[in-house]
């Protein structure tokens, strides 16, 4: 084994240091891009195939030689997209790996590691919007992984849970995440990275996942800082019985019946595709279960038992706008009927936070109502709990820049939505051809600067930026990102108190 290893420290010596790591499993070239070295497609597990389908990721397969890290692997199979206007990804079911941007030369920098949204059922870490080329020139380095969703990612079944050494199902992408992690610290610092300083970060799922690895006990040690953008998970689990594993198991149960699987076998052997010929919205979510979420995330954070590090996170003024159909349609008539459709019925506090007597009010209602519901009370409550629990900083921003986005295009009108915060701190304005302005390049240069100094030093302040107030419980200030960027009091705060008040009966209720 001393020989193999050194062989292989020989051939990554001869294709330069500038462009070859040795990492777990082999040796890996990279490429230059332009003051960085780029390196696609790395694996962190092995495929789960065959057998390993719906197991915990297995250690990676050795490889002999130089592997050339210069593609990206396919996306985790799924259907759909993750956002609006993204081509839809070749996918796989093979599909562990990691992509990492560093600086040239890079010596230990402090670490993003980016978790990709799609509600649990799409995402690719090689979209376009989420290289880390742009943070990377700011001073991290940048990670992007798979991580297995929809029903590959997420079925609890009985059968599962028995083969189980830890006597469990469900999870499967949240243990990849995990893996991913694990990789991260025994191999980032042949890249330039400190595994001292790992952050990560992510976007709607991607911010949920988040912090449900704050609150796993699977993931501890794993990061030392957490940014979530627009996404959380901490309502009350009394709202969401089918997370809890014993009703997970039970859908599972219904979802391999759909597929005409009568067994976990018949289950392995269905071709990965056909997977998702079922209704798999049922599967395909974080499951409450004994080895990677014991509790929910609100009980683990309102007990201080949380993977305890300075937290960043925040939501978008007009998060909806991306999200709701057939506005339009919204009436002060349909009102109360449009929420009972999508949200079912709600207690009368909700309703009188949202005034929806006229048609326009209704319409302004409604995009108020699920902004509040999906994003901004998840994160304010993160920052408010780690703030109270925990011993290291939380920082809170809302995000009210509005974009350029042309009419023909397919995030017309959408203002400060959901997504349009992922231009800026990546720093990919230039992706577009959009007509940014002055302010739109000032406030990403800003935010990509807050970000990466956030994953130096947990905290996000620095030299030529305007002052990001930390938040307490007597000083609930957030960063208003826009131009000018400015502190103020939480928006909305006064809506957010009633689905506080709301939740609090939820959970005792419970």
């Known amino acids: ?291 990677v979420l014991p509790q929910s995330p609100y009980d683990v954070f309102a007990a201080g038992k949380q993977n305890d590090v300075p937290v960043l996170a925040g939501a978008n003024e007009e998060e909806a706008r991306a999200l709701v159909k057939d506005l339009d349609a919204v009436t002060a008539a349909t009102y109360d009927a449009e929420i009972v459709k999508h949200w079912g019925p709600l207690p009368a506090p909700l309703y009188d936070q949202y005034p929806h007597a006229t048609d326009a009010q209704a319409r302004q209602a409604r995009l108020n109502f699920e902004r509040d519901l999906r994003f901004a009370w998840d994160d304010w409550t993160w920052v408010k709990l780690e703030s109270s629990t925990g011993h290291n900083a939380a920082y809170g921003y809302r995000f009210a820049h509005k974009p350029p986005f042309p009419p023909d295009s397919p995030y017309a009108g959408w203002g400060a939505s959901h997504f349009a915060e992922l231009w800026y701190v990546f720093a990919h304005l230039d992706q577009e051809p959009w007509a940014w302005t002055a302010d739109d390049r000032r406030l990403s240069d800003a935010m990509a600067r807050y970000w990466v100094n956030f994953a130096a030093n947990g905290d996000p302040n620095g030299p030529g930026l305007p002052a990001w107030p930390r938040f307490t419980k007597d000083d609930g200030r957030v960063l208003m990102l826009d131009d000018p960027i400015t502190a103020a009091p939480t928006p909305h705060l006064d809506a957010l108190q009633v689905f506080d008040q709301v939740y609090a009966q939820a959970r005792g209720a419970h």
């Open 1 to 291: 084994m001393r020989f193999v290893w050194a062989m292989v420290l020989a051939a990554a010596c001869a294709i330069g240091a500038q462009a070859a790591a040795v990492v777990t499993g082999g040796a890996v070239e990279g490429v230059g891009e332009d003051g960085l070295t780029v390196y696609k497609g790395i694996p962190f597990a092995a495929p789960p195939l065959g057998e390993l389908r719906w197991r915990a990721p297995q250690p990676v397969h050795p490889w002999n030689g130089v592997r050339k890290a210069d593609r990206f692997a396919p996306a985790c199979m799924q259907t759909g997209v993750s956002m609006p206007g993204e081509a839809p990804p070749q996918t796989s079911e093979d599909c562990l790996y990691l992509n990492i941007w560093a600086p040239s030369g890079a010596k230990k920098l402090p670490v993003i590691v980016w978790i990709y949204g799609g509600g649990f059922t799409n995402g690719s870490a090689a979209m376009p919007l989420y290289r880390g080329d742009g943070l990377a020139r700011k001073g991290a380095i940048v990670v992007t992984f798979g991580y297995r969703v929809g029903p590959l990612g997420f079925l609890a079944l009985e059968e599962l849970t028995r083969e189980s050494p830890e006597h469990t199902s469900g999870n499967y992408g949240l243990m990849d995440e995990i893996a991913a992690l694990k990789w991260v610290q025994k191999n980032i610092a042949a890249f330039g990275g400190d595994p001292q300083r790992v952050t990560i970060a992510g976007q709607s799922a991607g911010a949920a996942c988040v912090s449900i690895l704050m609150a796993s006990p699977a993931a501890k040690g794993l990061f030392q800082r957490a940014i979530g953008e627009s996404g959380g998970m901490f309502e009350p689990m009394a709202l969401a019985p089918g997370y809890f594993l014993n009703n997970a198991e039970k859908d599972g149960q219904a979802y391999a019946a759909a597929l005409g699987a009568p067994s976990l076998a018949a289950l392995r052997a269905l071709p990965a595709r056909d997977l998702f010929k079922a209704n798999v919205d049922a599967v395909s979510h974080p499951v409450i279960e004994p080895a």
